[in-house]
């Protein structure tokens, strides 16, 4: 008898292209190709855990994934132990559905959904109706934050079709309601089990929150806190499903706070309606740009990050890119980033989470379509209103009057004061005469 081959199968793609010329032109950089090359291993391994995955492109190991116990120990091989720290795992049995849910902890959330994963029976599948089942379990989620999510159905195979989509990545349910509900249950106990801070619960002591999900620090710029005379400004009025007032010392300028985010004033010529976010945002934006103004920062420990093998070529290949704009990143041999330097307001906000973020790059550097001229300023561009969403003030956050102010003064001196990086409107004005056709009064 022929002695067995080793275990395991090898798979070499070389001149892929050598009889269809043509459709070479199509591709995107090398470091984009990679990617998606990365992604499908990436799926395959996050579905089946149990095999062993080693991935070399151009001569060199790019990806090695050891044989794991199981799916926990699988996405701590590819996006490392700290990563899994910030998710909860939830099992759930019933009839014949079974499933396993890692998700995300309260406030670990992305500036994108490249986090989100759905395995049907072994098979990754892309169904967003199933994703939004999980944003319904989930209250009060960030506008513009999206959940991180790891979703294992099992089922019977009578009770699906796996032949709906031609690259086999849809598939249709015999009962796509109780799936959603299922989901929903189990993300619901999930996310709630991995300690969510609640109105009253612990930490309660060091601020209150509102009926809207706004939290407000007990300190200088609570109701109870402010004096006249102690040097400090009055906060802003307040208007939310909860009202809060509290009186202004002669200030000229008086900002009434509207919802989550936004900010009304008036300087007598009619009134303006200001968006926080969207606002420092474009603060931010120039100030990375430009680097007037942005004060480097180090850390006086660096940082050891972990990140995904697809991320982490990205974000080596363009280390002259992000240094330009402030970060000090070095290899660190494995699946390891050293992260020395970060500008000053990223330095400031103790509970930034560095992995999220470098993450967030890399899906920006990944889109690479050129490497030279405008395209690398494009690039750089796109890099810094990524950087500026995760620099700029939340909706949740209460701004004082003086931090308001100074917040319009940094806007005023911006090349584009009327928009964010993304294109949304920092602020309304509704002039006299516009509020007067509003009342039919002219």
């Known amino acids: 008898t ?10 070499e793609v070389r001149d ?12 995107k950089s090398d470091s984009s190709e990679n990617f998606h090359i990365i992604n499908v291993l990436t799926k395959q391994a996050l579905a089946h855990p149990c095999t062993g995955f080693s991935l070399h492109i151009d001569g060199r190991l ?14 701590s091989q590819i996006y490392g132990g700290q990563f899994v720290e910030g998710l909860v795992e939830q099992i759930c049995q019933k009839d014949r559905l079974s499933l396993h ?13 490249s986090h989100q994963f759905i395995f049907v029976n072994g098979r990754p599948v892309k169904d967003p109706s199933l994703g939004h089942a999980v944003y319904g379990a989930i209250p009060g989620m960030p506008s513009g934050r999206h959940p991180v999510f790891f979703i294992y159905i099992e089922t019977v195979p009578g009770a699906l079709d796996v032949n709906v989509h031609p690259q086999k990545e849809e598939v249709r349910f015999e009962d796509k309601d109780a799936i959603y509900r299922s989901i929903r249950a189990a993300a619901g106990e999930a996310y709630f089990s991995g300690g969510v801070s609640l109105p009253g619960g ?3 002591e060091n601020g209150s929150v509102n009926a809207g999900g706004e939290r407000r620090a007990n300190g200088p710029f609570s109701a109870s806190g402010y004096q006249e005379g102690n040097g400090i400004s009055p906060p802003a009025l307040i208007v939310s499903e909860e009202l809060f007032f509290e009186q202004e010392f002669k200030k000229a300028r008086v900002f009434i706070r509207l919802g989550e985010m936004f900010y009304a004033y008036s300087e007598g010529g009619g009134v303006t309606l200001l968006d926080q976010h969207a606002a420092h945002e474009r603060v931010m934006y120039e100030k990375l740009l430009t680097n007037i103004g942005l004060n480097p920062g180090q850390f006086l420990f660096p940082r050891t990050l972990e990140l995904a093998p697809a991320w982490r070529e990205a974000v080596l290949a363009h280390r002259e890119l992000l240094f330009d704009l402030g970060f000090e990143i070095e290899d660190f041999g ?14 400031k906000k103790e509970d930034l989470d560095y992995t999220g973020l470098l993450t967030d790059m890399a899906l920006e550097l990944m889109e690479e379509k050129a490497s030279s001229g405008s395209k690398k300023e494009e690039l750089k561009k796109n890099v810094a209103a990524r950087l500026a969403c995760h620099s700029s003030v939340r909706g949740s956050d209460i701004l004082s009057g003086q931090e308001l102010k100074e917040l319009l003064d940094a806007l005023e001196k911006c090349e584009d004061p009327g928009h964010c990086p993304h294109g949304r409107p920092t602020r309304i004005e509704l002039g006299l005469d516009e509020l007067k056709r509003m009342f039919k009064r002219k």
């Open 2 to 11: 022929r002695p067995s081959p080793a275990s395991g199968t090898k798979v």
């Open 16 to 27: 892929l292209f050598f009889n269809t010329p043509a459709r070479k032109k199509f591709l």
């Open 62 to 75: 790019n990806m090695e994934l050891e044989r794991a116990s199981g799916l926990k120990e699988r996405i």
């Open 101 to 113: 849910i890692f998700l995300s902890k309260e406030g670990n959330w992305r500036g994108s959904r």
């Open 202 to 204: 612990p930490g309660a």
């Open 334 to 347: 494995g699946e390891g980033l050293l992260l020395r330097g970060a500008p000053e307001e990223f330095c």
